[in-house]
């Protein structure tokens, strides 16, 4: 059936229903001489008469009576389909892939996670733990989590957590033996903590800044791990000072198992965000992981 035969089965079927060309073309939302030069021209087509018209009134002749019989449950069960694939697609369902650090996956994206799985039946999930900053569209992830805010121009950033600063501390063991710095030069004398990034394989240099004036800081020591939070677990062992975001060593500082310093030359930085491509395409799920991820002050 071309697509003209099916308007003006529409437009009969409003006729017919309506009993008035007038109320019809109001319905369909156009002129009631359109609706009559189609109604004409579908009887034409059919070679039969559909309506019997007087100057009062319209109503179906025998022949359309059991036309709009034929076609009145057809079109009902067109618009229930069409209402059933409209919910489908506003339903929440489908799977997010993501890439992040195992500290941001466990302490900021699993929170949210596990209430949208618990809500939502039909959503899925699926995480890789990775620390280097992952181009998402090449290797088919959705979105990313990464600290700061400077992202590819085709990419939106959305935060998901406070500013914060990086602290420099080390555990009450370690300081029996070793004098508190009192500035970052002083970082050369101790046994700090190398983290190796893992994007250019190069050392973390230390990043300092104080009256506007940055400073970064190469330090040396005994161990040097990937992984910030073996790094974490080695200044807790009193291997000597460490230097990581405020959401990793924070917590233990304030238990006292870590001993902050240097916090005068600390600034504040942009915490983490998620990143995903502008021309990503927003899903009902999608949007709830981004709503429920999205930082409020």
């Keep these: ?7 003006d089965l529409i437009a009969f079927l409003a006729v017919a ?9 109001a319905r369909l939302g ?10 004409r021209r579908l009887e034409e087509r059919m070679d ?10 319209v109503s179906p002749t025998e022949a359309g009576q059991r036309l709009v019989d034929t076609l009145r449950p057809a079109f009902d069960d067109i618009e229930a389909q069409l209402a059933a694939m409209d919910e489908m697609r506003s339903r929440p369902s489908g799977t997010i892939r993501l890439t992040a650090s195992r500290h941001a996956a466990r302490q900021i994206v699993m929170p949210v996670v596990n209430r949208i799985m618990a809500e939502h039946a039909d959503i899925r999930v699926e995480i890789a733990i ?24 085709d990419m939106i950033g959305v935060r998901i957590s406070p500013d914060m600063e990086m602290v420099v ?41 104080k009256d506007g004036r940055p400073l970064n800081v190469r330090v040396d020591g005994q161990f040097t791990c990937g992984d910030p939070e073996v790094v974490l677990d080695a200044a807790l ?20 198992r870590l001993v902050r310093v240097l916090a005068d030359w600390c600034p504040l930085f942009a915490g983490y965000h998620l990143y995903y491509p ?20």
């Design 169 to 209: 501390a080390g555990s009450p063991e370690y300081f029996r033996d070793h004098p508190i710095p009192e500035a970052p030069h002083d970082l050369t004398t101790h046994n700090c903590i190398n983290l190796r990034l893992p994007t250019l394989g190069g050392l973390y240099a230390w990043e300092f800044e």
């Design 17 to 25: 229903e309506e009993r008035s060309f007038t109320r019809a073309a």
């Design 278 to 297: 502008s021309r990503r395409q927003i899903t009902p799920a999608f949007r709830l992981l981004v709503d429920g991820l999205r930082w409020r002050n």
């Design 130 to 153: 990775d620390s280097r900053f992952v181009d998402i569209a090449k290797e088919g992830f959705d979105a990313g989590i990464r600290l700061g805010e400077s992202l590819d121009k």
């Design 30 to 39: 156009t002129s009631q001489s359109a609706v009559s030069a189609v109604v």
């Design 48 to 57: 039969v008469r559909l309506l019997t018209r007087t100057t009062r009134s």
């Design 237 to 256: 062992a009193g291997r000597g000072l460490v230097c990581l975001p405020t959401d990793h060593l924070g917590p233990h500082v304030k238990t006292g």
């Design 1 to 7: 059936m071309r697509r003209d035969e099916m308007s």
